[in-house]
């Protein structure tokens, strides 16, 4: 497990030494980021985020052990934003819409925010420890799980038609994580243009009034 932990916003500063080295975890951070994002995983090193830096490799082992830890708390800070953003929506007393649009508006600012840890987590969890992945997948799922909930809740309320809350849930999580493999900075469309689009698209989803008919070689392979 990684020494660096993510600081929830709100949270009580801790001393000066304590704050330091909390953003020297999220220079190392940032920095190896960019490399797996250019070059991958297997073509980044310890001495080219070492060079980026413009520190020792001693500098980065002292607060990472090794290449996979870090790349672990990079691909784990996009999951970590959401569950935390997924806190806020549930904790309101927002009718289930309302928490929904909140939801989508905060995760996507983290996948805009953090658009190439996001992508380095796509592309690279291959190369996780298995136990590492397979709390980041937990961790995933518990996500989806809790927004089913406020599907079904929706549902209930008569504000969505939802016919598989969890299998909606994913659908709406990969709506939102595939924005980080195309989303350019400065491109044709801007942050909030992206943002309506999606919501629109999601609202589609969970406003829909009855399951697309199966035709053809499909209903005959689900007959």
């Not at 549902?155 to 939802?162: L, P, T, W």
């Not at 801007?190 to 989803?205: F, G, Q, R, W």
Request: aromatic share 8%; with cysteine.
């Amino acid at each position: 497990m990684s020494r660096a932990k993510l600081k929830k916003e709100g949270d009580t500063p801790g001393g000066l030494k304590e704050e330091i080295s909390d953003f020297k975890q999220r220079r190392i951070r940032e920095e190896a980021s960019h490399l797996f994002y250019q070059h991958g995983y297997e073509g980044a090193t310890i001495d080219a985020i070492a060079r980026r830096l413009d520190v020792t490799k001693p500098f980065i082992y002292a607060h990472y052990k090794n290449k996979s830890e870090l790349l672990f708390d990079i691909c784990r800070t996009g999951i970590a934003l959401s569950l935390e953003a997924m806190d806020l929506a549930t904790g309101s007393d927002r009718s289930p819409g309302e928490r929904l649009r909140l939801l989508v508006e905060r995760v996507l600012r983290i996948i805009i925010d953090y658009q190439e840890y996001i992508v380095v987590y796509v592309r690279e969890e291959k190369n996780l420890d298995q136990a590492q992945a397979r709390q980041l997948r937990e961790h995933r799922s518990l996500f989806d799980h809790r927004l089913a909930a406020m599907l079904k809740e929706g549902h209930a309320s008569g504000e969505f038609v939802i016919h598989d809350p969890v299998l909606t849930a994913t659908t709406i999580g990969g709506m939102m994580t595939w924005v980080s493999l195309w989303y350019s900075p400065g491109g044709k469309r801007t942050e909030l243009e992206i943002l309506s689009h999606v919501m629109s698209m999601i609202e589609a989803v969970v406003r829909g009034h009855r399951e697309p008919e199966i035709v053809g070689e499909q209903r005959r392979r689900a007959s």
